[in-house]
């Protein structure tokens, strides 16, 4: 019998290395995860739609043509995942990042956000939805592996975890 492979999707913040901490992560605690995410090269996401179907002298119907193509991805991906991992991080607001969480929380899929302290009270409701909250990309790894396998930390608040 083969082991069931999890597919997680990453969404959000784009401009730092959370997504590959939480790659090696994996990779490292041989985790049988499949990561999937949006389009991380701005530039590209936000151009596809005139790319793909044309110039849009009007800069709302420039976005709109790349946010649908965007949102088509996005909302496949978080449908065929088991788990969302949403980052909030500290330079951007993401917004986008805030309805793929309230669209995970609609079709069911539990998700866990990923965001510094300071956000706390700005995302208390999309937090109060989440099924965990992480401030760092390891904690989301740890948090993998113990929904997969059952596996605890190897070190728990400073104290060694029950072998």
Avoid at 106 to 123: F, M, R
């Amino acid at each position: 019998m083969s082991e069931k492979r999890w597919s997680v999707y990453l969404s959000g913040e784009i401009h730092s290395d959370w997504r590959e901490r939480i790659e090696s992560g994996i990779a490292e605690a041989g985790l049988p995860v499949d990561l999937s995410a949006p389009i991380t090269v701005h530039e590209d996401s936000d151009d596809c739609g005139v790319a793909i179907f044309g110039a849009e002298p009007d800069k709302f119907w420039h976005d709109r043509k790349g946010a649908q193509l965007n949102a088509m991805r996005t909302q496949t991906l978080i449908r065929e995942a088991d788990l969302v991992v949403v980052r909030f991080g500290e330079k951007y607001k993401q917004w986008n990042a805030a309805f793929d969480a309230g669209f995970a929380a609609a079709l069911g899929i539990p998700y866990i956000t990923l965001h510094p302290e300071q956000h706390d009270h700005a995302l208390k409701e999309v937090d109060g939805a989440a099924n965990a909250v992480a401030r760092e990309p390891e904690q989301v790894v740890q948090a993998l592996a113990y929904i997969i396998s059952g596996r605890m930390p190897a070190v728990m608040s400073g104290t060694q975890a029950a072998e």
